[in-house]
T-cell receptor
């Protein structure tokens, strides 16, 4: 059974710092991995989608990497801003027709 | 990119009444949609998987007669909370998956249901 773990559970950093959020999964046979952010009382916004054949994806100040063999993904946020404060969720999908499995998320607070 | 529209964003209803929540994929066909429930400061809990033209698949412990799901077209799924009670108050979120896997999962903006 696939399990997804996110570390740390919560993180507070001063504005401007670069930071890394970690995601690990127990079954390396995945179809893709997706990073989301959720603001309080809102739905989920997809940040980056990494297919199983890819090693990383970039969007603006965000960069996500995927190492299937070790069952790990990282989300790198450069030059953090207060608007980056949210809960970040990692989710993996085993096959094209499978459900995604979420980690419990990392609550990020960027201090002005 | 893929967009999923969910309505209403907030609804207050009286105990015993029914509430319908709509989830639409705006620019892609979603053969499969998912309904989640989220309690404050907790993770998303999958309630059911909705497949176009067939019966929904409910997760263990979710009452299918209370949470009616209809997925009549490739772009619309609805969740009806029947005979609502205060304990049904929660945040409900839908998501849709495109058939090719190009966009991954796309989520709606959620519905805050309050039953009084």
């Amino acid at each position: 059974k696939q399990e997804v773990t996110q570390i740390p559970a919560a993180l507070s950093v001063p504005e401007g710092e670069n930071l890394v959020l970690n995601c690990s999964f127990t079954d390396s046979a995945i179809y893709n991995l997706q990073w989301f952010r959720q603001d309080p009382g809102k739905g989920l916004t997809s940040l980056l989608l990494i297919q199983s054949s890819q090693r990383e994806q970039t969007s603006g100040r965000l960069n996500a990497s995927l190492d299937k063999s070790s069952g790990r993904s990282t989300l790198y946020i450069a030059a953090s801003q207060p608007g980056d404060s949210a809960t970040y969720l990692c989710a993996v999908r085993k096959g094209r027709d499978d459900k995604i499995i979420f980690g419990k998320g990392t609550r990020l607070h960027i201090l002005p | 990119g893929a967009v999923v529209s969910q309505h209403p964003s907030r609804v207050i209803c009286k105990s015993g009444t029914s509430v319908k929540i709509e989830c639409r994929s705006l620019d892609f066909q979603a053969t499969t949609m998912f309904w989640y429930r989220q309690f404050p400061k907790q993770s998303l809990m999958l309630m059911a998987t909705s497949n176009e033209g067939s019966k929904a698949t409910y997760e263990q412990g979710v009452e299918k007669d209370k949470f009616l799901i209809n997925h009549a077209s490739l772009t619309l799924s609805t969740l009806t909370v029947t005979s609502a009670h205060p304990e049904d108050s929660s945040f409900y979120i839908c998501s849709a998956r495109d058939g090719q896997g190009k966009y991954g999962y796309t989520f709606g903006s959620g519905t805050r249901l309050t039953v009084v």
